[in-house]
């Protein structure tokens, strides 16, 4: 025997692991994970190859140290169904699960096809909170395009100088930006992170992590893991010529009954960013006229500037609402085509927007 290990124990240290596995390539060892089976740990290695995580546990009894390359799906699947204590034993090109019910068999690989593991060290890695750094990574990564054809904007912008990181992201019809002050060395660097590895982080429990940039390379250091990346090489649109540094309109507005508000009226909307209309003036009105209906509400609200009527996506501002948590929101609009800022009153995020020309 290899080692021991509760079933639903495994499933729940696998979960960061299988989300590192691709779901479809064109190198099929890649399907695989490597179990290394050490004196007190199992040291499970997953990669993609633009990304990649070392994951140590000892929820574990060892009992013979060893190196299986296993695969991963069907490890995970099998095990999700599994209650209970399992054993895992090495037969030549296979390897045997037991559990009480039963057994089954995998097939192994050879240990020279895997990849091996990126060598990465803690020398200039920088410790930070990883449930405030995770924060706001969240209010910013749904903001990438899926779309391959924008791939200047399929990562996140990293920008720090001066013990300051400012986080962009965009999909050239909203754009999204934090500063925060942290320290991530003397040196400063500007690179564009891919969401997989950014969502990746959500899945560990530890209260601080170790950061690392290098010239190809993010790099995250946990208590019982390193999660590594490549940087994307493309050159991030420039988003400073579309940031308003001043503006006179502004709608102050309470975040829930603007949410409530914009999803009674966004009902009637029949186009795919779900457009609405804000009228801001001596009253403030938010209306939608379509094929399928008509909704017109007035809002409450405290607005000063100058007459505007302007249409929005609905779908955006939903969203943007939902990541806010000030209990009021604050809209700066410029002009009827230029984009509206959407922020806190806690400045803990910026938004920006993009208006819809309706003809």
């Given at each position: 025997m290899l080692f021991s290990i509760n079933a639903e124990e495994f499933v729940r240290e696998?979960?960061?692991i299988i989300q590192i596995v691709p779901v479809h390539t064109t190198f099929p060892i890649l399907s695989n994970?490597?179990?290394k089976i050490e004196k007190e740990k199992l040291n499970i290695f997953a990669t993609d190859l633009d990304t990649s995580l070392i994951y140590n546990t000892d929820s574990c009894?060892?009992?013979?140290?060893?190196?299986?390359i296993v695969p991963a799906k069907t490890l995970f699947s099998i095990m999700g169904e599994i209650k209970g204590e399992t054993t895992f034993h090495k037969e030549e090109n296979r390897v045997k699960i037991e559990y009480n019910k039963g057994y089954f068999y995998l097939p192994l690989m050879e240990e020279e096809d895997f990849p091996s593991e990126p060598v990465i060290t803690e020398e200039e890695t920088y410790e930070?909170?990883?449930n405030a750094f995770e924060e706001?990574?969240?209010k910013l990564v749904f903001i990438i395009p899926?779309?391959?054809?924008k791939r200047k904007m399929s990562g996140m912008l990293w920008e720090y100088k001066n013990k300051n990181l400012r986080l962009v992201t965009t999909d050239s019809f909203s754009l999204g930006y934090k500063d925060i002050k942290i320290n991530l060395g003397e040196n400063p660097f500007q690179v564009v992170v891919p969401p997989k590895v950014l969502r990746q982080l959500s899945t560990f429990n530890a209260k601080?992590?170790?950061i690392g940039v290098d010239e190809s390379r993010i790099y995250f250091f946990g208590d019982n893991f390193i999660l590594v990346s490549n940087l994307i090489k493309v050159d991030f649109p420039d988003y400073r010529t579309v940031i308003s540094e001043k503006t006179d309109n502004i709608l102050t507005l309470k975040r829930e009954l603007f949410l409530s508000s914009l999803k009674r009226v966004s009902v009637f909307s029949n186009d795919r960013p779900k457009t609405v209309n804000l009228s801001l003036g001596e009253i403030l009105n938010i209306e939608v006229f379509s094929e399928i209906g008509e909704s017109k509400e007035e809002i409450d609200g405290q607005y000063k500037g100058e007459k505007i009527n302007i249409a929005l996506s609905s779908n955006y501002l939903i969203g943007f609402l939902r990541k806010i948590k000030s209990s009021q929101v604050i809209l700066s609009f410029e002009a009827k085509n230029k984009p509206v800022t959407i922020?806190?009153?806690k400045q803990e995020i910026f938004y920006l927007l993009m208006p819809i020309t309706i003809e």
């Open positions: 696998f979960k960061p994970v490597r179990i009894k060892i009992e013979k140290t060893g190196t299986i930070v909170d990883k706001v990574i969240d899926e779309d391959s054809s601080n992590i170790k922020e806190g009153e």
